[in-house]
């Protein structure tokens, strides 16, 4: 029995080793993380020489035993080893692009480059996760991503977008627009890109990776690649879509009728009760003093101006590629209803990006779009008109109607009078360049590139005979009509040579730059106005019998400009790079017209040093960089005259006049910045932290200047002026954990950018602009003057001059205010500065997780020091001091609590129905001031993966995913969003279009907050 039993187990043992040593076939599909079969991917037993090539479809072939490794590699990709058991006959992978590559190959100005060699302040923004977000603008998708970059929306309405800044502002006449870059091609705005279009995304943040761009780089660039068709690879075809419900993200709480009334009664009494204490005179009409009788209706006048409006956004796209051709192609169209009614935006989008290889040395091709957009916003920029603003201040006891007519009687224009308007904005946006690859040697390449852009807007508005705006001077319901048209056109023709080679055995790399650009742009816009309309049924202005006034406009400017960019490496290990732009500009005299913009920076990669043996520090570099751009946008001529129709005639004859006083010293505005930065990479890269200080100076700053009465002129536009800024910037990621099932990623940056005016050209040192905002010198873009509020009197309060003589009595209940000077007056004199209407520091958080198919990802942003003046609320809280007892306006649910000699704590002073108390308490000061400090959730996604194989290959892969943007504030300002956006499009001429947001930066109006959205999406690969 003994001996079988030996026999047995001995005749196990043999047959499992000829098992394991007999080769079987294994087969198998190699494919990336989009579900994309690759092609050329090699296939080897570890520890041999046999092995396979993945074919055209990704598959392969290869013989193995039991107990044999297969391993995968590809360049740029992880290499990946399987196990081959018994039991198995197909192993099928998926491959991962390296860390190095993921992160590490930046595009920047002309080329690309390996982040190990980079030098400059350079942020990388994941294309991937900006196809994620069903957004309206890429722009939209960057807020809270990238250190140093600020993304403030500009609000709630259909089709609004983004206002971005790099590191602060540093102009205060000329643009602060960030320079986009869009397929090497220099662009105003970022429209014209889907964001599933997007291959990779670069902020250029120092002047060091931006003056290669020279005289249009001082607010920092940001390069966007499109897709590309990939060559030898069969076509894919992929959808998205999404569609979402959006409301407002706060509902402010105003009074019902009953609230009205009393906040009304209360402020008539106080009024009675200093007339009889002989505080106050009688009004001069009784009927100020009569009670208020309501007007028998309740009103929810915010319900009938807002609604959900519904957001739908599809793309198509197909990819593909011969051996000697490549194509993309894609088309996208975005539907949004406002969440104001009628307020609607659609955007159709095409790109195609197409190339062809003539022989190993030549290749050309096209880059190319269509967009087409139409707003048919409710109201225009103009607060005047706007339903959301007019729902706030209509009193809630009156009707929307009178005799079966929009009701003109509300003190205020009817909300609803917008609804009757009729306004289009329409833009047909069409571009394309063609470019010319020639490989003369080994690493020696010429490039030329011809780009031209045709932009054409037409604006229709009419106002229909029932409206406010639809009467004539003379009150009478005539309609009103507007229309205007721009066409903007540009050329550019663009040629470079680079050089990129190798020497002593590669240890040190050459990347050699030259290049000539030539650009020219042109535009022509015109409007004309008419009124006395028919029939609102003929709303175009050939149907106007009288057309009031026009106007027309040409404008043409050209850039000529040569650069040129050197790059070393020296065994990774030793980095330098030095560029230089000589720009040329038709805005400025021949003596002032060039300008040179020179870069330098140095990196040191400590990491690769033979003395650097810290194991869990893989990647270490410091960096230094300093470099020079120019500002010369947001101007028109400064070589010539702008000439506008003065209305003045001679001879009968129309008469031109010159807009301001010309100067013939214009020149650039330039900046200098400065930059430290660490790059720091633990543990094979599951952690990184990146750090950065700069200091960025603007001088020679473009302003205009109070000049002399006689002259004839109020201003000269002068080289004048500086501004600083100086901050730091951090930012962090990690893999916190990462296996085959499970993964965990967090991501934070921070940043803090203090902004200083340091001169500003004129005798005072400071002037306003706007309602409260002021430019001063020692002082931030963005403040505020003052005057300083100090409480609520308990007491009577008596204000005295210098003499101690008596010159204002406050009675208890009303507002102090600090008299500065003393002379026992407040005025505006006695205005202070108050800082922090742009924020100094702001950043964002951002976690994600993944669970075999499902993930989770939460992002947020916030902002701290950020102050803001509620200058809505001087109506708002007006205790009804204007236009009693007909007209007073309605008030925002704060009013209530109010000073009564029960109540001596309340937050608002007592309501009063005279004019001159009302004043006095709701004049302009910081008691409309308030922090506005928050935190947002800015999205949550939930998405499930689901692979080809997973559905018998019906398609090569498929995402749902639900998400909801702006879920959650977290904030102690009252108002209705704490990401306040304000222009003050008043103190500036449509021809100067300067971008003034730095200036009236946080100012209140009560715009149309910002908007929440519940989104439900779909991609899918075919």
Known sequence: MKEKLIWTVSFFFLALQIALAQEKTIT???????????PGITVTIKGTTKGVATDFDGHYKIKAKAGDVLQFLGIGLKTVTKSVSSSISKIDVVMELEVEELEGVVIVGYGAVSKKDLTGAVSLVEAGALAEKPVTSVAQALQGKTAGVQVVSTGGRAGDNTQISIRGNGSLTASNNVLYIIDGVPQETMVNVAAEDIK??????????????????????VIIETKTGKYNSKPTVTFTSSIGIQEIIKRPRVLNSQQYKQVLDASRINYQNDINAGILSAPKNPSELTPLELGGYETDWMSLVLQKG???NNQISVSGGGETSSLYFSASNIKQEGVIKKDEYQMTRFRLNAEQKVGEKFAFGVQSYFTMSEAS???????????????????PDLSPYENGKLNRNLGVNNPLHAFERYLVDNWQRVGGTLYMNFDILEGLRWRSAYTGNLNVRRYNRYDAPNTKRGENGDGLPTGYGYYSTENNRDFQAENTLTYNKGFFNKNLKVNFLLGHSFQKWMEEDSYVEGEKFPSSDLRWLSSAAEINRGRSYYLAMALESYFSRLQLNWKDRYHLMLSARYDGSSKFLPENRWGVFPAASLGWTVSQEDFFKVSFINDLKLRASIGYTGNQSGISYASGQDLIGSGYNYDQKPGLATAELFNPNLKWETGQTINFGIDLGLFKNRLTFTADIYDKKTRDLLTRVAVPHETGFSTQLRNIGSIRNKGFEVSFNAEIIKNDYFSWSFNSNFSYNKNTIEKIGNDTGYYITGFVSVVKEGASLGSFFLVEATGIAQEKYEYKNKDGKVTQVVQPGDMLYKDVNGDGKIDSEDRVLFEGGIAPIYGGLGTKFTYKMVDLSINAQYSIGKKIYAMYKEGALSGGGVGYPSYAENMILDQLDYWTPQNTNAANPRPHMAASVASWNNQRSSRFLENADYLR??????????????IKNIVKSLRIYAQVRNPFTFTKYSGVDPETYYVDQSQYSSQNRSDTSKISAGVDLNGIPNVKVYSLGLNINF
């Open 937 to 950: 959730i800015s999205d949550i996604t939930l998405g499930f993966n689901i692979r080809g194989e997973d």
């Open 28 to 38: 198998g599909v190699v494919k990336d993380e989009q579900g994309e079969p690759l």
């Open 377 to 395: 916003p409710t109201a225009d920029d103009n607060n005047t008109y706007q339903p959301w603003n007019k729902a706030l201040e209509v009193r």
């Open 200 to 221: 990779s995304m670069q902020v250029l943040k120092d002047a060091a990776s931006a003056a290669i761009y020279g005289s249009r780089a001082s607010n920092g660039v």
């Open 310 to 312: 519904i957001i739908r």
